[in-house]
């Protein structure tokens, strides 16, 4: 996303429909948890505009507002101030929301930004720290949040991405046990890709970016990623010669990367299990439909069969949020009607934009460059 564009033209409203509407979608598709690294904090209302939406919508959210550079005058200091005040917000008293920080500024803040934001995360117990790392051409690596002590701590710091991950940063993330967030959609969209970060699975769990560009169905992200494995996996020993005969991921893994991998990111092991004293999330899939006849491996037929259409029921926090597969929330209409006016608006501003080719350098070290386009149909041209 442009935030310097989005900052400019999206207003509380919009923030609200968009967030209210994202939440649903992730509930309906079975997502009872997230981690929001929240972008549309462009202003003070627009942060209330985001979090009273995530709360209505009944989701289980690590609602983590993003600290960025913004030229509409709402600065470092302003969301500072902003951060300080949902410290202690009514709002989050109800359990199934609590308060974190994004934060994509610790390569390039001043020493005294990142000490300040940091004591905050520690001063007040924030739930968890996010942040984005690529690594490779896009710079940036884990050493430098070693250096800084944040890795090495009690609060969780998710990174999402690490699509170049080197060795050392591997071995960080395992000696101080903290997590990366891969979003295999998002990454083969975006031209990030998977060079590494697919050999720190057992530190790692999945995501979905974002959910004005990518579904949120977890599933789907994992069938996605389980046969991006196999396929980077079976190529290795094609690439030695060699006809693979064994399996090199399985569905249970899979499984356990949009499940009990989350909650070890996160370190709530009582939001991943079924027992006394656990949080009452659950998903109840229909195995009525024809993909869903006659398994006999219930993983395997969630992983490789199942669809959103599959989900019945949903519960959160011991409370109904998709009953009978129908959405339990009681204002759709009014949301869809308001979403679809703001959908328009906006659409037709950026449909009128001007978007500048990307030139020279990214970052100022990395040259831009272009892809190879695919086209499907005869003739000259890539109908691009």
């Given at each position: 996303?442009?935030?310097?564009?989005?900052?400019?033209?999206?207003?509380?409203?919009?923030?609200?429909?968009?967030?209210?509407?994202?939440?649903?979608?992730?509930?309906?598709?079975?997502?009872?948890?997230?981690?929001?690294?929240?972008?549309?904090?462009?202003?003070?209302?627009?942060?209330?505009?985001?979090?009273?939406?995530?709360?209505?919508?009944?989701?289980?959210?690590?609602?983590?507002?993003?600290?960025?550079?913004?030229?509409?005058?709402?600065?470092?200091?302003?969301?500072?101030?902003?951060?300080?005040?949902?410290?202690?917000?009514?709002?989050?008293?109800n359990g199934t929301v609590t308060l974190g920080l994004a934060y994509d500024r610790f390569y390039m803040?001043?020493?005294?930004?990142?000490?300040?934001?940091?004591?905050?995360?520690?001063?007040?117990?924030?739930?968890?720290?996010?942040?984005?790392?690529?690594?490779?051409?896009?710079?940036?690596?884990?050493?430098?949040?070693?250096?800084?002590?944040?890795?090495?701590?009690?609060?969780?710091?998710?990174?999402?991405?690490?699509?170049?991950?080197?060795?050392?940063?591997?071995?960080?993330?395992?000696?101080?046990?903290?997590?990366?967030?891969?979003?295999?959609?998002?990454?083969?969209?975006?031209?990030?890709?998977?060079?590494?970060?697919?050999?720190?699975?057992?530190?790692?769990?999945?995501?979905v970016d974002t959910h004005f560009t990518f579904s949120t169905d977890m599933i789907g992200q994992a069938?996605?990623?389980?046969?991006?494995?196999?396929?980077?996996?079976?190529?290795?020993?094609?690439?030695?010669?060699?006809?693979?005969?064994?399996?090199?991921?399985?569905?249970?893994?899979?499984?356990?990367?949009?499940?009990?991998?989350?909650?070890?990111?996160?370190?709530?092991?009582?939001?991943?299990?079924?027992?006394?004293?656990?949080?009452?999330?659950?998903?109840?899939?229909?195995?009525?439909?024809?993909?869903?006849?006659?398994?006999?491996?219930?993983?395997?037929?969630?992983?490789?069969?199942?669809?959103?259409?599959?989900?019945?029921?949903?519960?959160?926090?011991?409370?109904?949020?998709?009953?009978?597969?129908?959405?339990?929330?009681?204002?759709?209409?009014?949301?869809?009607?308001?979403?679809?006016?703001?959908?328009?608006?906006?659409?037709?501003?950026?449909?009128?934009?001007?978007?500048?080719?990307?030139?020279?350098?990214?970052?100022?070290?990395?040259?831009?460059?272009?892809?190879?386009?695919?086209?499907?149909?005869?003739?000259?041209?890539?109908?691009?």
């Amino acid at each position: 996303m442009d935030l310097q564009a989005a900052a400019q033209h999206f207003n509380p409203d919009d923030i609200r429909v968009g967030q209210l509407a994202g939440c649903l979608e992730l509930l309906y598709a079975g997502t009872t948890t997230v981690i929001d690294h929240a972008h549309g904090d462009f202003s003070n209302e627009t942060m209330d505009a985001a979090l009273d939406a995530t709360l209505e919508s009944g989701i289980r959210s690590f609602s983590a507002p993003a600290i960025h550079e913004l030229g509409n005058g709402y600065s470092i200091e302003d969301q500072r101030y902003k951060l300080l005040s949902l410290v202690d917000d009514p709002r989050l008293d109800n359990g199934t929301v609590t308060l974190g920080l994004a934060y994509d500024r610790f390569y390039m803040a001043p020493q005294t930004e990142v000490d300040s934001f940091w004591n905050i995360v520690r001063s007040y117990n924030l739930s968890l720290v996010t942040s984005h790392f690529l690594g490779g051409p896009w710079s940036s690596n884990p050493q430098q949040l070693h250096e800084f002590g944040i890795l090495n701590t009690s609060t969780p710091v998710i990174l999402s991405h690490a699509s170049f991950i080197d060795a050392i940063g591997v071995e960080l993330l395992l000696q101080t046990n903290q997590y990366i967030s891969t979003t295999p959609e998002s990454e083969l969209h975006y031209g990030h890709m998977h060079p590494h970060s697919w050999q720190i699975q057992d530190q790692a769990s999945l995501g979905v970016d974002t959910h004005f560009t990518f579904s949120t169905d977890m599933i789907g992200q994992a069938r996605l990623w389980l046969q991006t494995l196999r396929g980077i996996e079976y190529r290795q020993a094609l690439d030695d010669l060699v006809i693979p005969r064994n399996n090199p991921m399985s569905v249970e893994q899979a499984f356990l990367l949009i499940t009990r991998n989350g909650a070890l990111a996160l370190r709530r092991p009582d939001i991943d299990m079924i027992k006394e004293g656990a949080k009452a999330d659950l998903i109840v899939f229909d195995t009525d439909a024809p993909n869903m006849l006659g398994w006999d491996d219930p993983i395997a037929a969630i992983i490789l069969h199942s669809n959103v259409g599959d989900i019945r029921d949903v519960m959160v926090d011991g409370k109904f949020v998709k009953r009978d597969g129908r959405l339990t929330f009681e204002n759709y209409a009014n949301l869809r009607r308001d979403f679809l006016a703001s959908a328009e608006r906006i659409q037709g501003i950026w449909n009128e934009r001007q978007w500048e080719s990307l030139q020279g350098l990214y970052e100022g070290v990395t040259p831009y460059g272009d892809a190879d386009q695919i086209d499907v149909q005869r003739g000259p041209g890539t109908r691009y």
